[in-house]
């Protein structure tokens, strides 16, 4: 499962034809843009049963310690280069909510990496979610606006216009995202 190629076989072609390839220097979530493109473009799609992919969880890892700009980075080109890649292709319409689902959970990624020096301070809560907009920095506050300037180009309605979003991402995240996405009013 989930949106990663290396668990996917795909044809040939569907890469060669026309050229495509993942963005240079990300991170993480170079994959993103490609997956919900491939998966856009086939005529088709199966699945195999067996595994032939063994994930390796590791403490430490790049996605585990990145720091707040290469982590910050990822994201916004992630959504960015997801957006630009698909929304113009016919069976976008089709699957916009999924597709957008996922793009929420990658906003609410760079949200919540954004504030996690105050979630780890104030405990993860919904009753706290203005405490870590009061008392974020200005670097994540810029972060966090521009952040929320994409979403309202790449996503369109409410979070609770969406079942995907609505059925699979936490209430907490949600207000978090709110939260983000009010520095646009201010």
Known sequence: GGGYLVTKIFRRELFN???V???KNMAALEDLEIFIYMFLRAESISTVKEVFY???DTEGSNTKTMA???YYDAVYRAMKGTYDKCHGMTSYENCKQAIEYMLTTVYSFGVNRCL???IAKYGAD???VNKYFE???DKEKGLLSELARL???VISGDYAQNAEVKNRIAPLDIAIMRGADALLKN
Do not use: F, T, W
């Open 116 to 118: 996690y020096d105050q």
């Open 68 to 70: 707040l700009d290469r």
């Open 17 to 19: 034809d026309p050229v």
């Open 54 to 56: 063994y994930y390796c």
């Open 126 to 128: 919904i009753k706290k």
């Open 21 to 23: 390839r993942m963005q």
């Open 151 to 153: 979403k309202a180009e």
């Open 135 to 137: 008392n974020v920095g």
